[in-house]
């Protein structure tokens, strides 16, 4: 049923030109919604124990990006 296929993309596009978002305070990525880049620095993360020899084999940069990118989270330990 190609139509309800088109039909579908059309609403996904719509939604997203109307999709609510907010700015990240530290790094001023704009995020959906609901979501911040912790969210995604935990997905990130996620990918990085599935997938040790992809995403896992730069899991030092991924945290230290996030870290640079928000100062705030630092603690005295790190
Ligand atoms: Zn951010």
């Known amino acids: 049923m190609s139509g309800d296929g088109r039909r579908g993309a059309g609403e996904s596009r719509l939604c997203h030109n109307w999709m609510m978002t907010v700015v990240c305070h530290e ?19 996620a990918w990085d124990f599935e997938d040790p020899a992809g995403a896992g084999a730069v899991h030092h940069l991924t945290v230290l990006c996030y870290f640079l990118q928000h100062p705030s989270r630092y603690s005295p330990e790190g």
């Open 27 to 45: 790094c001023g990525a704009e995020l959906p919604a609901g979501l911040s880049c912790e969210t995604y620095f935990h997905r990130a993360l």
